[in-house]
């Protein structure tokens, strides 16, 4: 691998046999074609179709390591993995199938470039330049009104849509993630801001187009309770300054 990295990229992926041969396709298009120096870090979260090797033998890319779980951790856990792995000057997420394609990383960057005292640029569907269609049915989308509104009360971060699959960082606020990170899914998005909030990084949205697969791996019952729980145990860890980074002696 080159020694400078200018962007790592970081992409969970479970059980993704049936469109990740594609989405490989489409990184080594886009790789080949950028200017800056990128590297790849796939984390297989215990996947128990041909994932695992699908990424093995594909060829096309450069600069790209492969984590694999033996067991299903959750999509924080695979994110806390993947910028743990991360060398990058900024690092960025998203999901395996590429919904909000590959082209948006360019204008994020540009935007956290723009302004040096912005730490995280997110991609939000609540923005008024993003073109997304709710896909949900009812029930879905009161849960997502429902939790949206718990965070709203509980955890003050000032984020309308804090669950978009995409997210770049500074790397100084990746590592503290990192480090901090203890959600395993999917309400990992709200301890992010939590801990950027909690140490006072600013973060921005960002307009995403989205083309979403309609398959999902959301147990919504399930899911939507454990997140209900992980975020009370944010508050918590908010109230204990848990997140808060020990200044240096």
């Given at each position: ?28 298009l886009w790789t080949s074609q950028q200017t800056y120096s990128i590297e790849i ?42 910028l743990s792995h991360a060398r990058g000057a900024y690092v960025v997420f998203t ?48 849960g997502r009104f429902f939790f949206s509104a718990l965070i709203r009360l509980i ?95």
């Open positions: 691998m080159d020694n400078v990295v200018e962007l790592s990229l970081i992409i969970p992926v479970l059980n993704g046999a049936s469109f990740l041969k594609s989405s490989l396709d489409k990184l080594a870090i796939f984390v297989n979260d215990g996947s128990s179709d041909k994932t695992q090797e699908i990424l093995n033998n594909f060829h096309g890319l450069k600069n790209v390591a492969v984590i694999n779980f033996i067991k299903n951790l959750g999509k924080g856990a695979a994110i806390k993995a993947g999901d395996a199938d590429l919904p909000y394609g590959l082209d948006v990383f360019d204008g994020m960057l540009n935007k956290i470039k723009s302004n040096h005292s912005i730490a995280l640029v997110y991609g939000s569907r609540s923005h008024e330049q993003s073109i997304y269609k709710e896909g949900y049915g009812f029930g879905r989308r009161l955890i003050p971060i000032g984020v309308a849509d804090t669950q978009s699959g995409i997210k770049l960082f500074r790397r100084d606020l990746a590592m503290l993630v990192a480090e901090k990170l203890t959600v395993h899914r999917f309400a990992f998005d709200v301890e992010i801001f939590a801990i950027a909030k909690q140490n006072n990084f600013s973060y921005v949205d960002f307009p995403v187009t989205l083309s979403q697969r309609k398959e999902t791996s959301v147990h919504f019952i399930k899911d939507t309770l454990n997140m209900i729980k992980d975020i009370f145990k944010i508050r918590y860890l908010m109230f204990c300054n848990y997140y808060t980074l020990n200044p240096k002696p």
